[in-house]
């Protein structure tokens, strides 16, 4: 249920959808809807808003912080003594809030938390709208409002078709590596121009983003939060980052932000024990502590939690007109035992490893979002085999639209990094995916996960010599497109970056100067493109109608051969992936129709670095074969990937 509050005064913004408010002294309503974890709008109210109040201009600071002794505001502008700033408690609520006449933007400013114990901390605003640049960690104030969108009619065209039935083609990226000036890091507004053009040329259709929340620490790629409503300044301010989206949207493409509800950074000026007291994590130390990333588990069970969380994924959803985001580490959420050891974990209260209160705060944010925002992207990177992740709540799944198919990933890198001469017996990691690719709705990722750590970058998992390396690449990129499910690659795998993936230097742009790397770059832009152009490759993704299978079988050759389908059945592709170096001639397969098939891409095409062995018009016959009526015999080049059409439909 969407709540509007009548004593305020709307401010509608040019462009943008919602509605926001001038900010004042927390309503009753507002704090009620607070404490039942019902207030999805907290940034409206919590946080430092330039306000016109007692005659005067200002910013309104409000806090919830119920276990402090006192609360004050510290910043350069009363030379961070505080003694003269000291917030005003509401009633019994917990909310603090204090107005400061004269006060400028990027003044900056902390509160000074007086514990019951009489300890003192400094803590940066958690609804703060901008922060300091690393190493400083102080909140900034700073206006959202004025920034003049014109993505009107980007927004339009995505709440007129359904994104199910949309090409999706993700462009994974961490801003800070992408590509740098002087080692430096490009500005959002420099990004905006560079890595837009970059990805719109290069045929992909959206942008996802490694987080972008504010965050202390370059080595934990954003994945460690304190500032969960503010855009790192490590790339400029929040405006900039708004005019970079803005700039996305009227290219034609989306933005998908990366968001970590699950856990958060240890750091003293963040969450962590905000007022004394293990607010933000809960009192169970068991729960609260997550040894395995070093950090505090968010505690679902605190309503005032799931107001704050649900907020935040709506505020970047409506004032920085975000697509969708991608929600981290969900199995971890699910399982009160997710990589933890015997006595590390306790049991829910009927004795289960599920998180009850984490599934129940799930749905709930899906339900939230998607009454708010239809055409949003919900995506939960889960690992395991919980069911219905993508089904509807009121069925008993949990909401989200869409889940990255790890399952699919793992198989078949799994299956690439074989010598070839190994792959046959390994034929079910290849084609198991099919057999439940239509669970769920499914993104198949190969994301920045698995060029770290050992890993070896993506060309570098290939087996073989040089040129085999890429015709492998080649090869699982051309299954990956035609295979049902939206698609993700991270940054630098599009020319075959060697090295793995560092957060500290930008990707080795220079290699593109060599021959093959500029060729499987040619590739994968023309593949992006030739994907869009496909309906068959895309529009039935997560219907059984858009898939069938012609030869499955052919493990021996490590062939398989399989077909994709528009809504138009008239409308399909057929596909035929060769994992072996062997080049075969005369290689017949079934096909639907006794008319002539051209060959509309081939990854073994010279332009791409291949081997040139392609096919013109081919023409079936009637012999039926591959339980089809009609068959074609064909060249097959090695570690390829072929598509045929009809000729003429």
Request: with cysteine; charged share 20%.
């Amino acid at each position: 249920m969407i709540f509007y509050y009548p004593h305020r005064n709307p401010i509608h913004k040019k462009g943008g959808i919602g509605i926001s408010y001038l900010p004042q002294i927390p309503s009753e309503y507002d704090l009620y809807l607070f404490h039942q974890g019902n207030h999805f709008n907290i940034y409206q109210v919590f946080g430092a808003h330039r306000v016109e109040a007692e005659g005067a201009s200002g910013v309104r600071f409000t806090l919830w912080a119920p276990n402090a002794r006192d609360v004050r505001v510290v910043g350069n502008f009363n030379k961070w003594q505080g003694q003269a700033h000291c917030m005003k408690k509401i009633g019994q609520s917990g909310v603090w809030s204090l107005f400061i006449p004269g006060l400028k933007d990027e003044e900056l400013y902390k509160y000074e938390i007086h514990t019951p114990r009489g300890e003192v901390y400094l803590k940066a605003d958690p609804c703060g709208f901008f922060a300091e640049s690393r190493p400083s960690t102080a909140s900034k104030i700073f206006s959202l409002a004025g920034y003049p969108w014109q993505d009107g009619s980007w927004r339009q065209e995505q709440s007129a078709c359904p994104v199910y039935e949309r090409p999706v083609n993700i462009y994974e990226v961490h801003l800070g590596s992408w590509r740098r000036k002087n080692g430096c890091f490009l500005s959002y507004r420099e990004l905006a121009h560079q890595l837009v053009d970059y990805a719109l040329g290069m045929g992909y259709t959206h942008i996802e983003l490694l987080p972008v929340m504010e965050h202390p620490y370059d080595g934990s790629w954003g994945y460690q939060t304190t500032g969960y409503f503010a855009a790192s300044s490590r790339y400029g301010n929040p405006h900039d980052f708004m005019y970079f989206v803005d700039q996305c949207h009227q290219k034609g493409l989306g933005v998908i932000l990366d968001w970590v509800p699950g856990h958060f950074c240890r750091d003293s000026h963040g969450l962590i024990n905000f007022d004394g007291t293990p607010l933000y994590e809960g009192p169970d130390s068991l729960r609260a502590d997550n040894q395995q990333w070093g950090t505090r588990n968010f505690n679902f069970s605190q309503p005032e939690v799931i107001s704050f969380l649900i907020s935040n994924a709506l505020f970047w959803l409506d004032l920085y007109h975000i697509d969708g985001l991608r929600v981290d580490a969900v199995a971890f959420m699910l399982y009160l035992n997710f990589g933890r050891g015997p006595g590390q974990w306790v049991p829910n209260v009927y004795g289960g490893r599920e998180n009850l209160e984490a599934i129940a705060f799930m749905k709930k944010l899906n339900e939230v979002v998607f009454d708010r925002f239809p055409q949003a992207l919900m995506i939960a990177e889960e690992s395991t085999a919980w069911p219905r992740v993508t089904g509807p709540t009121y069925l008993g799944g949990l909401g989200y639209n869409y889940k990255w198919n790890m399952g699919w990933m793992n198989d078949i890198l799994k299956y690439m990094e074989m010598d070839p001469v190994h792959r046959k017996w390994a034929h079910q990691q290849l084609t198991f995916s099919f057999m439940y690719t239509y669970s769920e709705n499914f993104i198949l990722p190969l994301s920045h996960d698995e060029v770290v750590h050992g890993k070896k970058s993506l060309i570098n998992k290939m087996p073989g010599d040089y040129w085999q390396k890429f015709a492998n690449l080649r090869t699982l990129y051309g299954y990956m497109m035609a295979h049902p499910g939206k698609k993700l690659l991270f940054m630098g795998g599009e020319f075959g970056q060697f090295l793995e993936w560092q957060e500290y230097q930008s990707l080795d742009w220079h290699l593109l100067d060599y021959d093959l790397h500029q060729k499987l770059h040619c590739y994968v832009r023309e593949l992006n493109h030739f994907y869009q152009r496909e309906k068959s490759l895309w529009q039935l993704d997560h219907h059984g109608e858009g898939f069938q299978w012609i030869d499955p079988h052919n493990n021996n050759q490590s062939i398989i051969t399989f077909m994709r389908k528009a809504r138009d059945l008239r409308d399909f592709t057929i596909i035929l992936c060769n994992f072996t170096p062997v080049l075969r001639e005369g290689y017949r397969i079934g096909v639907p129709q006794g008319v002539a098939y051209r060959e509309v891409f081939n990854s073994d095409w010279e332009i791409y670095g291949g081997s040139g062995q392609n096919n013109g018009i081919l023409r079936a016959e009637k012999i039926s074969w591959h339980n089809q009526p009609f068959s074609l015999e064909m060249k097959i080049p090695p570690l390829a990937v072929v598509f045929l059409k009809p000729a003429v439909r």
